[in-house]
């Protein structure tokens, strides 16, 4: 699956984020990017917290990224459509 650059984080997550201690949020933190970037979920297990927050977060990047693939894969059926009819009309 076509992968963007990041992930978005929504403002209405905070009030999880608050509730973490600041070594708690870091280690989030890290597990997203690295879930982000090379797909690995860190073991998070001993910390339910942490678990939970990232469970939450997860699921929030597989379905933005699922949209962009597809929003990927819309554009480039919409340009070869665009070429095919240009050169249709080329062809006339």
Same mark, same amino acid.
């Given at each position: 699956?076509?992968?963007?650059?990041?992930?978005?984080? +929504?403002?209405?997550? &905070?009030?999880?984020?608050?509730?973490?201690?600041? #070594?708690?949020?870091? /280690?989030? +933190?890290?597990?997203?990017? /690295? +879930?982000? =970037?090379? =797909?690995?979920? &860190?073991?998070?297990?001993?910390?339910? &917290?942490?678990?939970? %927050? !990232?469970?939450? !977060?997860? @699921?929030?990047?597989?379905? @933005? !990224? #699922?949209? +962009? %693939? #597809? %929003?990927? #894969? @819309?554009? &480039?059926?919409? %340009?070869?459509? /665009?070429?095919?009819?240009? /050169?249709?009309?080329? @062809?006339?």
């Amino acid at each position: 699956m076509k992968k963007p650059a990041g992930f978005f984080t +929504y403002f209405h997550h &905070s009030a999880l984020i608050d509730h973490l201690t600041d #070594e708690q949020a870091g /280690r989030l +933190y890290k597990a997203l990017m /690295r +879930y982000g =970037d090379e =797909d690995i979920e &860190s073991d998070l297990s001993d910390d339910q &917290s942490c678990m939970l %927050a !990232f469970i939450i !977060f997860k @699921n929030d990047i597989d379905r @933005n !990224f #699922e949209r +962009y %693939a #597809e %929003a990927c #894969e @819309n554009k &480039s059926r919409a %340009a070869k459509l /665009r070429e095919a009819k240009k /050169r249709e009309e080329i @062809n006339e």
